[in-house]
């Protein structure tokens, strides 16, 4: 069962790369998402997808740029990388979904992805 | 604005022990409420999941209860083990937006022999 797959699990950059955060699922499910967690604050929403082809913006997403050419894969890619952008990037699929797009069901979340900006 | 807090942020007790977990969420229009686990580099683990037209959930020795009315929910921890140790976090899924899945900062569960 490999669920939510995320690469890498560790990532070094220096400010000013563009790197891609790759998330992959196996479990056939509509929605997918990216966060990023931050000591204090909780988990706060990136980009999201609700299929193939769409894609929306969550609560922080500036500096991230998202795509999704099929159900499986979800990557997460940074332009130009800054301090700020240091943190913990967790994805997350979910397979239940109302017709406005909004996840209700149960979110299987990769193990993260920890990114360091210098 | 709609919130989500966790009080309070970090809770050690002895082994044993039923604990409760509280969390408070600003808007009672929410469609439903979660409770995850993460252990320190891991991912979050889906506990239990609560819709807006439940009370409560129940998995093995966790409870978890939910009151649109006041704005709480929380996680009832029965006979505690080491093993609980981690951080619990809660989410509510606010209706009226998409996605509006909001996090609290978690709570870290330390259970000691």
């Known amino acids: 069962n490999a669920g939510v797959t995320q690469t890498p699990k560790f990532q070094v950059l220096k400010t000013g790369q563009s790197m891609t955060l790759q998330c992959a699922q196996d479990?056939?499910?509509?929605?997918m998402s990216w966060y990023r967690q931050d000591p204090g604050m909780g988990l706060r929403l990136i980009h999201y997808?609700?299929?193939?082809?769409?894609?929306d913006q969550g609560e922080v997403p500036n500096g991230y740029n998202v795509s999704r050419s099929t159900t499986e894969d979800f990557p997460l890619r940074l332009l130009s990388a800054a301090p700020s952008q240091t943190s913990v990037y967790f994805c997350?699929?979910?397979?239940?979904?109302?017709?406005?797009?909004?996840?209700?069901?149960?979110?299987?979340f990769g193990e993260g992805s920890r990114l360091t900006v210098l | 604005k709609q919130e989500v807090t966790q009080i309070p942020a970090a809770l050690s007790v002895p082994e044993g022990e039923n604990l409760v977990l509280n969390c408070s969420f600003t808007?009672?229009?929410?469609?439903?409420l979660q409770w995850f686990r993460q252990d320190p580099g891991k991912g979050l683990t889906s506990l239990l999941l609560?819709?807006?037209?439940?009370r409560e959930q129940t998995s093995g020795r966790l409870n978890a209860s939910l009151d649109k009315s006041s704005g709480r929910s929380t996680l009832y921890i029965a006979a505690s083990q080491p093993g609980d140790s981690a951080t619990y976090l809660c989410?509510?899924?606010?209706?009226?937006?998409?996605?509006?899945?909001?996090f609290g900062a978690g709570t870290r569960l330390a259970v000691h022999p």
């Open positions: 479990m056939n499910h509509e929605y």
């Open positions: 997350a699929s979910s397979s239940s979904l109302l017709w406005t797009g909004l996840a209700t069901g149960e979110l299987f």
């Open positions: 808007d009672s229009a929410i469609y439903n």
């Open positions: 609560i819709q807006s037209s439940q």
């Open positions: 989410a509510a899924l606010f209706s009226g937006g998409y996605n509006k899945l909001i």
């Open positions: 997808s609700v299929g193939a082809g769409i894609t």
